[in-house]
Every structure is written in structure tokens, then in C-alpha cells.
């Protein structure tokens, strides 16, 4: 199946903001997701937008999507050390009973 | 309300041993699926579930069946093990359809 792409890796330095980029590959996804992978956990969900929205924020987070370029992107602003971990952003598949249609994950390291 | 939960938590495998990989929900939740996470390839869709008694392939079927003889539980069937299907497998589960999905911890599967 087509991919949603992300970069495999960042690294920010502790105070700084991260921004994770990732494009996806269903036009017709109702919503986007960003999903957090801390090591040897299942996945817990940080935040979603809207398809019909440009940018939603929830606390440190900044969702920004452009729907004509597929293009969605997570900002965390005042980056911890206790961000570290991988990101997921995910599409939703009407063809799969709606699953999520994973990227590979955005491994984030936040160094002191 | 325990969410989603996944038993076993671990599990080694010798090759041609079978087993099922229990989830349940108690969310009263519709929809339900199972992923399995690799390095390097994030997670993948084996199997979903739209509602009590239905099943349908995902993107990485092989290999695996399961069932949904009761709303909250899905199960996930290995009938002869191989050292491909040693993997990291998620369950996921969701009210409707553009709701996010909701991730057990996982179960750590080897097969030797």
C-alpha cells in the first residue's frame, strides 16, 4: 500500500522546540493523528485534527496541516527530556474499516 | 475501566506451535484491530474487526486468523509459528469510526 512518510529521526536540545513533519497519502482521511511510543509501551494518542482545519493547539502542542500538499506537522514547543520518544502520525483508511495507516515513526531524542 | 487489555504479555514460541493472542475491551467499542510493530517498519494492519462476528483481512494477513464471537473480545490465532511472525502485535479498538484508536500495552511475541 502507498506510505505515509516521516523522517526517521531528530534531535533537539532541551528547551528548544521540535517539529516532526510527515505527509500522508488519503485525501479523504476525516482525521489526522499523532501518536507517542515511549520504549516498551503500546501507543498513546497525543492529539488529532479535523481534516477541514488548518491548525489546532493543545497545550505545548501545535498541529499544523495543508491539505493540498498532504502535508501535516506536530510542533512541541519547550522540549523535555521526558519527550523523547518515537512519534507516529497516522491516516485513516476507509478501504481497511477505517484503520489507522501508520508512518514509520519519528525517533525524538531531547538532550540536556 | 481497564481500556484495552492483551495477554499474554510475553511469549516465546518454538516454530509449528500455535497459540492465540487474547484482546479485550470494555469500552463497548465497535471496531477492533490487530497490528504487528517491526523495527523499521512501523506498525501494520493484520486484521479488523467493524462490529461483533465480522472479520477482514488487513495489509499483512498471512499466516494469522482470528474471531470476534463477542463484542469485546478479539482473537488472534497463530496455526503454526514462524520465526517471521516474531514481532511486537498491538490491539486496537474504537466506538465509531473516525474516533481514535485506543492501544493496548502489547504482546512480546518470539518464535525459535
Known amino acids: 500500500g502507498e506510505d505515509v512518510e516521516q523522517s526517521l529521526f531528530l534531535s533537539v536540545r532541551e528547551g528548544d522546540s521540535s517539529v516532526i513533519n510527515c505527509t500522508y497519502t488519503?485525501?479523504?482521511?476525516?482525521?489526522l493523528y499523532w501518536y507517542k511510543q515511549e520504549p516498551g509501551a503500546g501507543l498513546q494518542l497525543l492529539t488529532y485534527?479535523?481534516?477541514?482545519?488548518d491548525m489546532k493547539q493543545d497545550q505545548r502542542l501545535t498541529v499544523l496541516l495543508n491539505k493540498k500538499d498532504k502535508h501535516l506537522s506536530l510542533r512541541i514547543a519547550d522540549t523535555q527530556t521526558g519527550d523523547s520518544a518515537i512519534y507516529f502520525c497516522?491516516?485513516?483508511?476507509?478501504?481497511?474499516?477505517?484503520?489507522?495507516?501508520f508512518g514509520k515513526g519519528t525517533s525524538l531524542l531531547v538532550t540536556p | 475501566n481497564a481500556g484495552v487489555t492483551q495477554t499474554p504479555k510475553f511469549r516465546v514460541l518454538k516454530t509449528g506451535q500455535s497459540m492465540t493472542l487474547l484482546c479485550a475491551q470494555d469500552m463497548n467499542h465497535e471496531y477492533m484491530y490487530w497490528y504487528r510493530q517491526d523495527p523499521g517498519m512501523g506498525l501494520r494492519l493484520i486484521h479488523y474487526?467493524?462490529?461483533?462476528?465480522?472479520?477482514a483481512k488487513g495489509e499483512v494477513p498471512d499466516g494469522y486468523n482470528v474471531s470476534r464471537l463477542k463484542k469485546q473480545n478479539f482473537l488472534l490465532g497463530l496455526e503454526s509459528a514462524a520465526p517471521s511472525q516474531t514481532s511486537v502485535y498491538f490491539c486496537?479498538?474504537?466506538?465509531?469510526?473516525?474516533?481514535?484508536?485506543?492501544f493496548g500495552n502489547g504482546t512480546r511475541l518470539t518464535v525459535t
Open positions: 497516522a491516516e485513516s483508511k476507509e478501504n481497511s474499516g477505517y484503520a489507522l495507516n
Open positions: 474487526s467493524v462490529g461483533e462476528g465480522t472479520t
Open positions: 488519503d485525501s479523504s482521511s476525516t482525521y
Open positions: 485534527i479535523f481534516s477541514n482545519m
Open positions: 486496537a479498538s474504537r466506538r465509531q469510526n473516525i474516533e481514535p484508536l485506543h
